[in-house]
């Protein structure tokens, strides 16, 4: 699917799905043998996962009532820290952690998504 062509939601969906790509090219990269290799493919993967969960916590509307911008404000947030602790101790398992939970957010996006299709059409 194209950006030109999607919807708002189905660019939501593709920026879950390309943060949740760079963390698995993050992860995979703590195999390679070569240190600098290592470090680099680590280091870049967690930064591009970054800037997605960035450009997601700035998509927010903190004006809407409820509270549930706030919330998902935090959350990213704490998925930042996360990511940024990763990255300083290149250690795997903070990744591991935003991967499950933004994998969850992902898929009940998707969910949402495919039911507000059924009951559009």
């Not at 593709?14 to 992860?27: P, Q, R, T």
């Not at 409820?66 to 990511?83: E, I, K, P, T, V």
């Not at 933004?102 to 507000?116: K, P, Q």
């Amino acid at each position: 699917m194209a950006i030109s062509t999607a919807t708002p939601g189905q660019i939501v969906l593709m920026l879950f799905d390309g943060a949740l790509s760079s963390m698995a090219v993050a992860l995979h990269g703590f195999q390679e043998q070569d240190f600098i290799r290592r470090n680099e493919r680590v280091h870049n993967n967690i930064i591009k996962a970054q800037a997605i969960l960035r450009q997601l916590q700035g998509s927010l509307d903190m004006k809407v009532p409820g509270g549930f911008s706030q919330r998902m404000w935090a959350l990213y947030d704490f998925m930042l820290r996360q990511l940024n602790e990763a990255n300083l101790r290149k250690d795997p398992e903070p990744i591991r952690i935003v991967e499950r939970l933004l994998g969850v957010i992902r898929n009940a996006w998707a969910t949402m998504l495919e039911r507000n299709t059924a009951n559009a059409a």
